[in-house]
């Protein structure tokens, strides 16, 4: 093996773009591998700053139309009722309207709207599978390998089955897609989502940076000059002391490089199986993303709380006459109270990474939360989508407002991701149907 293509080189390119490890260390440049002062120069990333994570919360069958709004800024935005659950973080909040999919317009029904939407791509029709790679699973095949599991993609209701007006139900039943042929593998069951996360064996991205660099040190020894042995030797040295003065820092409560505020797990381990209760069911799979964002376990999560054309019920909520795919097409009260039901566990999730502490931010505040649905209404309006983030992304977006881009020549979805995409120093040429960022995101 080539000192080129020595697996150390790419063990330590990894190790040093983390920036969720405490370390930031530029590469000694080696007379016998010149390729290491390129990368050198390429480390920039600070690594007393918590990554940046990204999740999606999908509600099938859109809102209530009179009662999805936003409108002021900061402590002073006014929020519809349908929204009143995240009034305690509006200060963090990004209310987007008027954006749409122009693929989803095509088909005009449940399954046409929503295979598409994290990826803008077209779809097949006629039966056949065809969709484009999501922004969640395009992230989690950029970064995700930094961490034990790439992506975590959660769902609370089974897939539905069949075709329905020429389309392929799995649309309305997935929202992620790892690749145009395949939506990605949907957890329904909360203990097996845990056990992915906490069973396996330890990932070396979980080992100290020390030991990662040890591992395939030794074995470099004989490719690289006794100069640049001394080098190594130097480099091992001060990476040994950063990371005792991180766990000195530790000790004493005081943050002097990131770590996961959470080693393991703090909640029991979920009973096998789908719980009865909806509410139990979404709540746990809650719970799961806070701690799997907690524990750097993963950065992406997608959450489907419902499909789209969904036959949940809410017996909890005094609402069991009427499958929720049904209830969409009306605008009363009960509609009304499942919105919120819905809106309730986003604010949960946003009010448990918030009260995370992660140096001067929040763990809310290093992060992107995004709420969708692929429609408006229940009356399959996809003309604009109801679309809300929620967190700072590591201090890149500017929260506490709203942003209407309706009668605007670029109001692409897509444009929105290549913004979010942005934030995670992911830059695609063109991400789905757009080529342009929104400049306001």
């Known amino acids: 093996m080539t000192p080129r293509t020595s697996p150390f080189m790419h063990s330590l ?18 007379e016998s591998l010149t390729v290491w002062g390129d990368e050198a120069k390429k480390s920039t ?41 995240l009034t305690d973080v509006r200060e963090k909040l990004l209310f987007i309207r008027g954006l749409y999919n122009e693929e989803a317009l095509k088909g005009n029904i449940h399954s046409s709207q929503t ?25 989690a095949q950029q970064i995700g390998p930094q961490t034990k599991v790439p992506s975590l993609v959660l769902g609370c209701e089974t897939a539905n089955p069949g075709v329905h007006k020429n389309y392929s139900m799995l649309y309305s039943s997935h929202i992620s897609w790892s690749s145009p042929t395949s939506p990605t593998p949907l957890e329904l069951y909360p203990a ?36 640049d042995r001394t080098k190594l030797d130097e480099y091992l040295t001060s990476v040994r002391e950063v990371e005792q003065r991180i766990e000195q820092a530790g000790k004493a409560n005081r943050l002097q490089g990131w770590r996961p505020t959470l080693a393991q ?34 950065r992406f999560c997608t959450l489907k709380l419902n499909n789209d054309h969904s036959s ?37 999730i946003a009010k448990k990474l918030d ?13 992107l939360i995004m709420f969708c649905s692929s429609m408006m209404t229940g009356h399959h ?41 942005d934030k995670f120093d992911v830059r695609p040429k063109s991400f789905g149907d757009s080529t342009e960022r929104l400049g306001e995101v």
Not at 119 to 132: E, F, H, M, Q, Y
């Open 381 to 421: 309006d996809a003309t604009q989508l109801p679309v809300v983030v929620l967190g700072r992304g590591g201090g890149k977006l500017e929260s506490g407002r709203v942003l209407d881009f309706s009668g605007k020549p670029n109001r692409k979805m897509c444009s929105l991701y290549l913004s979010l995409l």
């Open 45 to 85: 990333e600070p690594g007393s700053q918590a990554p940046v994570r990204f999740a999606c919360l999908f509600a099938g069958n859109g809102f209530h139309s009179k009662e999805w709004w936003a409108k002021g800024s900061g402590r002073g935005m006014e929020l519809g009722k349908v929204l009143e659950p």
């Open 13 to 30: 390119s990894r190790r040093t773009f983390l920036r969720g490890l405490g370390v930031t260390m530029a590469l000694p440049w080696m």
């Open 192 to 227: 097996l989502a845990f056990d992915r996360m906490f069973k396996d064996d330890v990932s070396k991205t979980d080992k100290s940076v020390l030991d990662a660099v040890l591992e395939d040190a030794n074995g470099l020894r004989g490719k690289i000059s006794l100069a």
């Open 355 to 367: 009260a995370i502490q992660e140096g001067e931010r929040t763990a809310l505040d290093n992060s």
């Open 115 to 139: 295979g598409n939407i994290l990826s803008g791509a077209p779809l097949a029709s006629g039966g056949d599978i065809r969709s484009g790679t999501s922004i969640d699973q395009l992230l």
């Open 312 to 348: 949940l019920r809410f017996p909890k909520l005094g609402v069991d006459y009427m499958i929720h795919h049904l209830l969409s097409h009306s605008d009363g009260a009960d509609w009304l109270k499942v919105n919120q039901f819905f809106v309730q566990q986003l604010g949960y």
């Open 265 to 298: 797990p703090n909640i029991p381990r979920p009973a096998d199986g789908v719980p009865q209760d909806i509410d139990e069911h979404m709540r746990l799979m809650c719970d799961i993303l806070v701690l799997a964002f907690q524990t750097d376990t993963t």
